[in-house]
């Protein structure tokens, strides 16, 4: 499959998933945890923090994870054991809008792929639970490679894996240090905001029709 058309735009598009097209957030977990908001946003900052998390997005199981920030901060055993036993409660479901762009993409036969930092165990089940996470022309999760965004590594094996071009494949999403990544390697990138931010910068790209 092609990456280029005759006009040289960008006709391969990379969807990341949390945060673009699934509401990923601990927050919808943690607010439920915590009396306190102030004592959860310290939780996430100090104890279960995204470079703990990170970990995860490279394969590495809870149970080697999780004890020894347990032996760290034991008073908060039960709130980290939560961050995988009810990883699912950090979904809000759906970002509607940016599911209907891609719909609209695949509708006029653009290459869409999914490009997303996600755990073994939970990526399964949510292809089981959201339909359209399974439009895509190919996916890569990084837990099954061991390498995660933002380095460069994943964005070489993705356009290796799908015979991609970086200049004419574009990515989105909604992480700034992985849309620099991108841009690094000479991928054009937009960084997500809104669906409806999205829909403007792919109607200029002319990927889909204006109004």
């Known amino acids: 499959m092609t990456a280029t058309d005759a006009t040289g735009r960008a006709c391969a598009i990379v969807f ?5 097209l699934l509401d990923w957030n601990p927050r919808h977990l943690y607010r439920r945890l915590f009396d306190d908001e102030a004592e959860m946003e310290r939780f996430l900052s100090e104890v279960c923090t995204m470079d703990w998390h ?27 054991w939560a961050w995988t036993q009810h990883s699912e409660e950090m979904l809000g479901g759906p970002i509607q809008g940016t599911v209907e762009i891609l719909r609209a993409l695949k509708d006029r036969h ?24 399974r439009w895509f022309d190919g996916t890569l999760v990084s837990g099954f490679e061991g390498v995660a965004k933002p380095d460069p590594r994943v964005f070489e094996l993705l356009l290796k894996r799908f015979g991609l071009h970086a200049a004419s494949t574009l990515l989105i999403d909604d992480s700034p240090k992985n849309v620099a990544a991108a841009r690094k390697m000479g991928m054009p990138a937009i960084e997500f905001e809104s669906p409806e931010r999205l829909r403007a910068c792919l109607q200029t790209a002319r990927l889909l029709p204006a109004g």
């Open 16 to 20: 990341d998933l949390g945060g673009v």
């Open 54 to 80: 990170h970990a995860h997005d490279l394969g590495v199981p809870p149970e080697q994870t999780s004890p020894p920030l347990i032996a760290k901060h034991p008073e908060y055993a039960d709130m980290i």
């Open 110 to 133: 653009i290459p869409c792929y999914a490009l997303t930092n996600m755990e073994t165990w939970t990526y399964p089940g949510r292809l089981e639970r959201y339909p359209f996470l």
